[in-house]
């Protein structure tokens, strides 16, 4: 039975690795970061997913400090606004990789379209690309 995680609308789930698709997100956000590019992130595993379907999901702390660079502080480390096609129209889905106390916390998939469901299926057109501070 799952139950709520510290983030508010969060449940906890099995411990799963990320999928390929979220750690294709997670690399690119954090490949142009230059404060994160160099750091060697490990095995990222989901705790909790959001129970609304956006597909956002809680990162398991590693264990170990992932950026020495950020104990003490929170923020994004970046985001990508992905322009895509399903159903015969075009939308737009943000992707959000935040950071708490040096480790990767929650990768957030924002949907401008709730309380629609998110498209389990989509195809990419364009894609913004954009650090954190």
Not at 23 to 39: L, T
Not at 90 to 119: K, R, T
Request: net charge negative; glycine share 8%; aromatic share 8%.
């Amino acid at each position: 039975m799952s139950t709520t995680t510290p983030h508010s609308s969060f449940v906890k789930v099995e411990r799963r690795p990320v999928t390929v698709e979220e750690r294709g997100w997670i690399h690119d956000i954090v490949s142009a970061n230059p404060a994160w590019a160099d750091v060697q992130l490990g095995d990222l595993v989901v705790v909790a997913e959001c129970a609304c379907g956006c597909r956002s999901v809680v990162l398991e702390d590693p264990g170990h400090i992932q950026n020495p660079k950020f104990i003490n502080h929170q923020g994004l480390v970046g985001e990508i606004d992905l322009g895509i096609r399903f159903d015969g129209r075009d939308d737009v889905v943000s992707i959000l990789l935040h950071f708490a106390e040096g480790n990767l916390s929650v990768l957030e998939v924002v949907w401008y379209n709730f309380p629609e469901p998110v498209p389990h299926n989509w195809t990419e057109v364009s894609r913004d690309l954009r650090i954190g501070d």
